[in-house]
């Protein structure tokens, strides 16, 4: 995680394809630089320069074996991010109950 405001949640992916790196944009507001140029996608090569928000690393090349997978290793619990419509019909809900409880006191 990147503590930056310039760095969306969700800002860019790196995967490996056939002994390469590629680095994508996930359609994030302040997108993406390798070697200074904007991109949406791109392979990586050794030596280029990767920039999200204001951090910046150098890519130092892959090696022959792929980096170890996510999916190898214990599965952490996602966060369920639901849809903002919910909270505030929860919300309405709550304040109804509390003026429907209070309201019918004498």
Do not use: C
Request: hydrophobic share 45%.
């Amino acid at each position: 995680m990147i503590a930056d405001h310039d760095v969306s949640r969700r800002h860019a992916r790196i995967v490996w394809r056939q002994g390469t790196h590629y680095v994508y944009d996930l359609g994030s507001a302040n997108g993406i630089r390798v070697n200074g140029a904007k991109v949406r996608g791109v392979a990586l090569a050794p030596g280029d320069l990767l920039e999200i928000g204001a951090e910046r690393w150098r890519y130092l090349g892959a090696t022959d074996a792929p980096p170890p997978s996510a999916a190898s290793g214990p599965r952490t619990p996602r966060a369920r991010n639901f849809p903002r419509w919910v909270y505030w019909a929860l919300g309405a809900a709550a304040v109804l109950l509390v003026v429907l409880f209070f309201g019918s006191r004498p």
